[in-house]
C-alpha cells in the first residue's frame, strides 16, 4: 500500500529556515510529478509546490515563491522542501502527495500525518 511520511517540521523564529523530508513507498515513484501541501490552522489544504517526475520543472504558490524550492531525489524515493525567511503566515501542517496535471489532482488517499511547522516570535 501506499505510504508518504513527512519529517522535519518543528517550531522557529521569523526569518529561520526548514528542510523537510517526505519519503515515498508503494509505488513506482519516479513516474509521479509530486507535491507538498499544506494546510494552516482553521482553512484548508493549498498547494504550496510541485515538481515533475525527472525534476527539471517545479512550480511554487505566489506566497511562497522566492522564499521556498522543493526537489527529489528518485534513488531514495524522496522529496524535500527548503523553507527560508519563514513567516508567521507559514504556520500549517506540511503534507506530500503524488500529483496530476491538469487539474492538480492529489493522487493517492492514503495521505501522512504531516510535518508541523510553527513560525512565531
Known amino acids: 500500500q501506499v505510504q508518504l511520511v513527512e519529517s522535519g517540521g518543528d517550531s522557529v523564529q521569523p526569518g529561520a529556515s526548514l528542510k523537510l523530508t517526505c519519503i515515498a513507498s508503494?509505488?513506482?515513484?519516479?513516474?509521479?510529478?509530486m507535491s507538498w501541501y499544506r494546510r494552516a490552522p482553521g482553512q484548508e489544504r493549498e498547494l504550496v509546490a510541485r515538481?515533475?517526475?525527472?525534476?527539471?520543472?517545479?512550480a511554487f504558490a505566489d506566497q511562497v515563491k522566492g522564499r521556498f524550492r522543493i526537489s527529489r531525489d528518485n534513488a531514495k524515493n524522496s522529496i524535500y522542501l527548503q523553507m527560508d525567511s519563514l513567516r508567521p503566515a507559514d504556520t500549517a501542517v506540511y503534507y506530500c502527495?503524488?500529483?496530476?496535471?491538469?487539474?492538480?489532482?492529489?493522487?493517492?488517499?492514503?495521505w501522512g500525518h504531516g510535518a508541523p511547522v510553527t513560525v512565531s516570535s
Open positions: 502527495n503524488a500529483l496530476r496535471m491538469p487539474g492538480m489532482e492529489p493522487t493517492f488517499d492514503s
Open positions: 515538481i515533475t517526475s525527472g525534476g527539471r520543472v517545479t
Open positions: 508503494g509505488f513506482t515513484f519516479d513516474l509521479f510529478t
